[in-house]
């Protein structure tokens, strides 16, 4: 399966409000919507001018949807389901956080990504719409097509 437009990725984010994502050391379950929501906003006031790592905090999780019960499938999934849509980048930090080692020029990246996925694990906590995300969500989809359109 890969998402061939930002409206399937859209409908798939927000097919997770409701899907809990389970403790992981860091206080009780949250839904995986708002852990999506909460990942992204730390990326965005922390990396401001970096859209591909915000969305790559935005989409990380989808992999519990698309795989319920399955523990590992955080992450997991997401880079072949994401890479043709949002890019190689952002399939690449996709496929770092559920593991790997990443190359130098990731290795700050994937820090602030997994900082990011560990503290925004709050449950309750409102971090925005999704709908705010669309516009980044686009221009990161938009950026991918015009780089595969040049290659």
Known sequence: MELRSVEELMDLLHACR???????GGGGPVDVHDHALQTAALLRRGRPADKELQVAGLVHGIGRLLRP???????APVPDL???LLGDRVSRL????SGGVPEPWDADDVLSLR????????????????????????????????????D
């Open 18 to 24: 409701g899907t809990r994502h389970p403790a992981d």
């Open 69 to 75: 019960g399955d523990v590992t499938a955080h992450a």
């Open 82 to 84: 994401v890479g043709p």
């Open 94 to 97: 996709g496929r770092l956080l």
């Open 115 to 150: 900082q990011a996925c560990e503290a925004g694990r709050v449950a309750g906590l409102h971090a925005g719409v999704l709908e705010d995300w669309r516009t980044v969500v686009e221009l990161v989809a938009a950026h991918n097509f015009r780089l595969g359109a040049v």
